[in-house]
T-cell receptor, first 114, second 112 residues
Framework: GAVVSQHPSWVICKSGTSVKIECRSL??????MFWYRQFPKQSLMLMAT?????????EQGVEKDKFLINHASLTLSTLTVTSAHPEDSSFYIC??????????FGSGTRLTVV | DQQVKQNSPSLSVQEGRISILNCDYT??????FLWYKKYPAEGPTFLIS?????DKNEDGRFTVFLNKSAKHLSLHIVPSQPGDSAVYFC???????????FGPGTSLSVIP
């Protein structure tokens, strides 16, 4: 149990365009999901906490207008990278917490902005 | 300011021997600690966790030790296997602090 699906697994986009990444909890409801990014050979950095039905809580230094988070249902959170630039190229990972199972992570999305 | 620290970026261990990965934290609000294993281009996989009310938790070949007074925890893998080669992340959160904060990771290589 406690499966989190993340889609797409990789995406290449042109500079200036927007990209949406989906994170779904497949067999449980998640009122809270988390979004991380990881640069090569670095740790996972928490970007924001996504709360169902309310605004996301962003970590210091993360531009909320650039990284739009929507958590419209108990099983889906989306991260939209707006006006993407090459420096946004990274590995983005979502996670959700389920009681008794701890934190489960999606498989990640490799974003490359060209 | 790094709240979770893993001071060894890499570790090499002979197959069959013990691997010991260390982690230190600074935030006293943390009361729940986790270890994750990660392969490149994949999401982290949960290994084992420990609550601050315990000082040891064991699951098969994996044991986590917690020293609250020292704000230190360690992951022991015995015996180490080549398939254990991966990056291991120490992470921390709290009942009143729902976010999971990751350390920088330690790359473990188990040599056959």
């Amino acid at each position: 149990g406690a499966v989190v699906s993340q889609h797409p697994s990789w995406v290449i986009c042109k500079s200036g365009t927007s990209v949406k990444i989906e994170c779904r909890s497949l067999d449980f409801q998640a009122t809270t999901m988390f979004w991380y990014r990881q640069f090569p050979k670095q740790s996972l950095m928490l970007m924001a906490t996504s709360n169902e039905g309310s605004k996301a809580t962003y970590e210091q230094g993360v531009e909320k207008d650039k990284f739009l988070i929507n958590h419209a249902s108990l099983t889906l959170s989306t991260l939209t990278v707006t006006s993407a630039h090459p420096e946004d190229s990274s590995f983005y990972i979502c996670s959700a917490k389920r009681g008794g199972y701890g934190y489960t992570f999606g498989s990640g999305t490799r974003l490359t902005v060209v | 300011d790094q709240q979770v620290k893993q001071n060894s970026p890499s570790l090499s261990v002979q197959e069959g021997r013990i691997s010991i990965l260390n982690c230190d934290y600074t935030n006293s609000m943390f009361d729940y600690f986790l270890w994750y294993k990660k392969y490149p281009a994949e999401g982290p996989t949960f290994l084992i966790s420990i609550s601050s009310i315990k000082d040891k938790n064991e699951d098969g070949r994996f044991t986590v030790f917690l020293n609250k007074s020292a704000k230190h925890l360690s992951l022991h893998i015995v015996p180490s296997q080549p398939g254990d080669s991966a990056v291991y992340f120490c992470a921390a959160s709290g009942t009143s602090y729902d976010k999971v904060i990751f350390g920088p990771g330690t790359s473990l290589s188990v040599i056959p």
